[in-house]
């Protein structure tokens, strides 16, 4: 086994210090050692976009990336978004337009969605088409993940927008 | 899918990263976006016992302008090449090529001196280096030297750097004003390599073809030029006629190899397609 090395990161704004041997994968650090399991692994191949995380601002597949690479950066996973018991808009979205079904998918999406709007805060269809296509969803044919980030998109901008599930009162603000 | 162990060594300058390699020699393998090696890796095709990641080596990543000559640092991404403005003014061929390769996220850490260096006919870049005419500045113990990029690629996985170099940056003059380019690709779906893709550059002159180069992606070992194509359309006005000529020419061209995008005259037939087209969109970017 090669010697191990330790490696200090960001995790959802906490400073986080671990142990690993440089072939780990972030994936698996987040999942195994740091009980993060909202990315997770589907294809395992940088396909499927399960794994997705924001690395220091940008979006990244970490099931290809190692976690040695991750020294003194700020990593975000879907844990980090709701805050004191409220959605984040995202996750409102969703929500509101049923923009999931088994909700494998779910947290690589809204991770990527996140940074798409940071790029992009007024996306036409075409663009979160296109810049989403990194995230396969094998339930919803897309359509309602499209209209998730539309609802978020203009939650973000101060826009009112449109709720008429039962329970969103209790998470949104 | 977990990799072979293997030491991991961050370099922060180019002369660190070199010497590692004067080290290690055959045992090494250069990290650049870890977009091809890291799948290799995890899948046990590839199992260096050092990996030299050069991701921390600043000087690499960039993108500027010296008169008329782009340099573009061998570290920069993907994600780099389709947001930058200067690209989009003096070189929309490889932003638009970027557009196409793989995903947001590959793009995110995928970079230009990977893909060109990797050695794989199926990557975006090659063929573009070729119908640009790129130059790639390799720097190894000795010192720098520059290649073209028609004398790089030698094969499958094969190039012409040698095992103790690092690509530092890719050189590319600027198109002649009035010069239209495109990248036609076709791909099955989002992340996929190209089933045939064509990189154009096309100068027109008072209705006739003044300069004409065609790059092909993954249709034969390497990266190829389309020189019979480039050859017949040398003087004349791009009409239908001339550009289902250069189409057939090209396809002629092309030894692809049958695998499950396609059989060999499938491939053939739309490589001079992707050429076509190639075509009549740098034709209709041509001014002047």
């Given at each position: 086994?090669?010697?191990?090395?330790?490696?200090s990161f960001?995790?959802?704004?906490?400073?986080?210090d671990?142990?690993?041997?440089?072939?780990?994968?972030?994936?698996?650090?987040l999942?195994?050692?740091?009980?993060?399991?909202?990315?997770?692994?589907?294809?395992e191949?940088?396909?499927?976009?399960?794994?997705?995380?924001?690395?220091?601002?940008?979006?990244?597949?970490?099931?290809?990336?190692?976690?040695?690479?991750?020294?003194?950066?700020?990593?975000?996973?879907?844990?980090?978004?709701?805050?004191?018991?409220q959605?984040?808009?995202?996750q409102?979205?969703?929500?509101?337009?049923h923009?999931?079904?088994?909700?494998?998918?779910?947290?690589?999406?809204?991770?990527?969605?996140?940074?798409?709007?940071?790029?992009?805060?007024?996306?036409?269809?075409?663009d979160?088409?296109?810049?989403?296509?990194?995230?396969?969803?094998?339930?919803?044919?897309?359509q309602?993940?499209?209209?998730?980030?539309?609802?978020?998109?203009?939650?973000?901008?101060?826009?009112?927008?449109?709720?008429?599930?039962?329970?969103?009162?209790?998470?949104?603000? | 899918?977990?990799?072979?162990?293997?030491?991991?060594?961050?370099?922060?300058?180019?002369?660190?990263?070199?010497?590692?390699?004067?080290?290690?020699?055959?045992?090494?393998?250069?990290?650049?976006?870890g977009?091809?090696?890291?799948?290799?890796?995890?899948?046990?095709?590839?199992?260096?016992?050092?990996?030299?990641?050069?991701?921390?080596?600043?000087?690499?990543?960039?993108?500027?302008m010296?008169?008329?000559?782009?340099?573009?640092?061998?570290?920069?991404?993907?994600?780099?090449?389709?947001?930058?403005?200067?690209?989009?003014?003096?070189?929309?061929?490889?932003v638009?090529t970027?557009?196409?390769?793989?995903?947001?996220?590959v793009?995110?850490?995928?970079?230009?001196?990977?893909?060109?260096?990797?050695?794989?006919?199926?990557?975006?870049?090659?063929?573009?280096?070729?119908?640009?005419?790129?130059?790639?500045?390799?720097?190894?113990?000795?010192?720098?030297?520059?290649?073209?990029?028609?004398?790089?690629?030698?094969?499958?996985?094969?190039?012409?750097?040698?095992?103790d170099?690092?690509?530092?940056?890719?050189?590319?003059?600027?198109?002649?004003?009035?010069?239209?380019?495109?990248?036609?690709?076709?791909?099955?779906?989002?992340?996929?390599?190209?089933t045939?893709?064509a990189?154009?550059?096309?100068?027109?002159?008072?209705?006739?073809?003044?300069?004409?180069?065609?790059?092909?992606?993954?249709?034969?070992?390497?990266a190829?030029?389309?020189?019979?194509?480039?050859?017949?359309?040398?003087?004349?006005a791009?009409?239908?006629?001339?550009i289902?000529?250069?189409?057939?020419?090209?396809?002629?061209?092309?030894?692809p190899?049958?695998?499950?995008?396609?059989?060999?005259?499938?491939?053939?037939?739309?490589?001079?397609?992707?050429?076509?087209?190639?075509?009549?969109?740098?034709?209709?970017?041509?001014?002047?």
């Amino acid at each position: 086994m090669a010697k191990k090395t330790a490696v200090s990161f960001r995790l959802n704004q906490t400073p986080v210090d671990v142990l690993v041997e440089p072939r780990e994968l972030l994936i698996h650090t987040l999942r195994e050692k740091l009980a993060t399991t909202g990315p997770h692994i589907g294809c395992e191949t940088s396909h499927c976009g399960a794994c997705t995380v924001d690395l220091d601002g940008i979006s990244v597949k970490a099931c290809t990336v190692l976690t040695v690479q991750c020294e003194d950066l700020d990593v975000l996973t879907i844990e980090g978004f709701a805050k004191g018991g409220q959605l984040h808009a995202l996750q409102e979205g969703f929500m509101q337009e049923h923009g999931l079904q088994c909700g494998f998918c779910t947290p690589g999406m809204i991770t990527r969605a996140y940074r798409l709007l940071q790029e992009i805060p007024d996306p036409t269809e075409e663009d979160i088409r296109y810049w989403m296509s990194g995230n396969l969803c094998r339930c919803t044919g897309y359509q309602n993940i499209v209209k998730a980030i539309q609802y978020a998109a203009a939650k973000l901008r101060g826009e009112a927008v449109a709720t008429s599930h039962p329970l969103m009162e209790e998470v949104t603000v | 899918m977990i990799p072979r162990p293997f030491a991991y060594h961050a370099p922060e300058t180019i002369p660190a990263a070199i010497a590692l390699l004067s080290d290690y020699g055959d045992l090494a393998k250069i990290l650049a976006g870890g977009h091809s090696l890291l799948p290799m890796m995890k899948l046990r095709f590839a199992a260096p016992e050092h990996l030299i990641d050069l991701g921390r080596i600043k000087e690499l990543r960039g993108i500027d302008m010296a008169g008329d000559e782009i340099r573009i640092g061998a570290m920069t991404t993907e994600r780099d090449i389709v947001a930058s403005s200067l690209l989009a003014e003096h070189l929309p061929l490889l932003v638009e090529t970027a557009r196409q390769i793989a995903d947001p996220q590959v793009r995110s850490k995928g970079t230009i001196g990977g893909d060109v260096a990797h050695g794989d006919p199926g990557n975006d870049h090659p063929a573009v280096m070729l119908a640009l005419g790129a130059h790639l500045v390799l720097v190894g113990p000795g010192g720098e030297r520059i290649v073209p990029a028609s004398e790089f690629f030698l094969g499958t996985y094969a190039t012409a750097i040698e095992p103790d170099e690092v690509m530092t940056q890719i050189r590319i003059m600027r198109p002649p004003a009035g010069s239209g380019s495109c990248y036609a690709k076709l791909k099955r779906k989002t992340g996929d390599y190209a089933t045939a893709a064509a990189a154009v550059v096309l100068r027109m002159e008072n209705g006739r073809c003044a300069a004409v180069s065609i790059g092909l992606t993954n249709v034969a070992p390497t990266a190829i030029r389309a020189e019979a194509a480039e050859a017949a359309l040398l003087g004349r006005a791009l009409d239908d006629a001339a550009i289902a000529e250069a189409g057939r020419l090209a396809s002629e061209g092309c030894e692809p190899a049958a695998d499950l995008r396609g059989d060999e005259e499938y491939k053939r037939a739309m490589a001079g397609q992707m050429v076509q087209r190639a075509l009549r969109t740098a034709l209709s970017r041509c001014t002047g």
